[in-house]
């Protein structure tokens, strides 16, 4: 049996009883395109490096004397959207074809790069579009844009990028095989990823087709990017629980869930996605009914395979030995920040009342323990790739800083919003009566700064493993 078979087996003791445990790695498909890879990767950071270059601006532009400089007055929303959609949407996005151009067998090769050279350009224009091509700032949920040319351009490169790379991923699926084992668990989960991907781009497009052409501004957006948006949520998720079970297994943690339950519970997060094309075929996009439908699937299908794979991984972690292996502490850091964040933005999702500062503390929570859990694979997968393991100090306390300043960050929102503190605003707007007020969101911002400083630090422990031993050959994962 292979070191990634199915389980392995505590000790026994006297009376004990005999617990089994797997182990959840992934071995890449040995003629997988390492350079397609790399390229993923090199876009997720560039990703985040614009992504914090506005978060930068978001400070400038609440700042007296120094917005006088940005090109438009209200360049706080115009910087949030772009901060937005590089770090969420193009950050996620090229995680994904990371990922799943490491699990796809190398078939269709040429689909695959144009994919990856579209989708640089579409976030090269959304990057520069506040600076050449303007447009109205428009807060939707899910992807909130800049209703101008360039913006609305680099947007549908994107969307048109991530169709090739769904379809490329499809063609080049890897068959599961007949011996279950952990590896074809996370297989099968970065394969479901890819179908719910397909299921929101489905539904981006019969949204953009359905949507009266009469609205206008945020009530178009928000509709047309409101079924799609929630079908994304179970790509994302996905992710996040096959790096969970693959970050828990790489630190030693024996986790007591076999694959093929990890299997079914994967499949059970897949399965609300198709939810999606009944909700367009039931409802009208623009009734609350076709919009409860959307959050109702995602509540159902994330809660019903988020709580047991994290509640083994606990299990795991608790009952095994610290690893004291060289990068271990990075990983084992990613994981518990991303498992703490997420648990957080669920929690405070459960208390959201009105439309108040509560809503992005959810959201954060979630989003960031995604994020995290996405940083704890890049630091997992570099020496894969032929680049050095990423160890030492600031490796260690990137996940902490980065978790420990988000958690902050929505604490402070949770206590203002209780306080009824509107979102989406700024500066005078927020409108802050009391101290109390004041004081969550002062926490909120103190907490945002070091979150952005844990971020960069994610850019710096990168970059020094890529350029550590950029020239050492690629090891396949065992």
Known sequence: ????????????????????????????VRQSDRSLVRGWLWLGLLALVVSGFYSILLVASRTPGVNAWLPVADFFRVALVVHVDLSVLVWFLALSGMLWSLSCRPRATPLAWLAMLLAYAGTLLI?????????????????????????????????????L????????????????????????????????????????????????????????????????????????????????????????ARLPLSPRIA?????????????????????????????????????????????????????????SPRSREAGHDALRAALVASMLLFAAGGVIGMFISGSNVKIPAHYHGCIVGVTLALMGLVYLLLPKLGYQT???????????????????????LVWSGGYGVQRKVAGAEQVLHSKAEIAGMGLMGLGGLIAIIGGLMFVVVVWNSLRGNAGKAARSLS
């Open 390 to 412: 990423p160890q030492g100090r600031l490796a260690h306390w990137q996940p902490v800083l980065y978790g420990g300043g988000q958690l902050m960050h929505i604490i402070g």
């Open 263 to 319: 299997l079914l519970l994967l499949a059970l997060a897949l399965v609300s996605v198709f939810m999606t094309p009944y909700a367009y075929l039931a409802h009208d996009v623009a009734t609350v009914e076709h919009r409860d439908l959307h959050t109702w699937a995602m509540r159902l299908g994330g809660g019903v395979a988020i709580v047991p794979i994290g509640l083994a991984v606990v299990v795991g972690l608790l009952r």
């Open 127 to 163: 990057g520069i579009a506040p600076f050449v091509g303007g447009g109205e700032p428009i807060m939707a949920n899910y992807i909130p844009v800049l209703d101008g040319s360039v913006f609305l351009a680099g947007l549908g490169i994107l969307g048109v990028a991530a169709a």
């Open 165 to 252: 790379l769904v379809l490329r991923s499809l063609i080049a699926a890897p068959a599961l095989g007949l011996e279950l084992d952990g590896s074809g668990a996370l297989r099968f989960g970065l394969n479901a990823g890819v179908v719910a991907t397909a299921i929101a781009l489905i539904a981006f497009a019969a949204s953009l087709w359905l949507t009266p052409a009469s609205l206008e501004g945020k009530a178009y957006y928000e509709i047309a990017f409101w079924g799609g948006g929630h079908a994304l949520q179970f790509t994302w998720t996905l992710l996040m629980l096959v790096a969970w079970l693959w970050l828990a297994s790489a630190v030693g």
């Open 1 to 28: 049996m292979s070191g990634e078979a199915a389980a392995t087996r505590e000790p026994s003791h006297a009376g004990a009883a005999i617990v089994p445990t797997s182990r959840y790695t992934l071995s890449l």
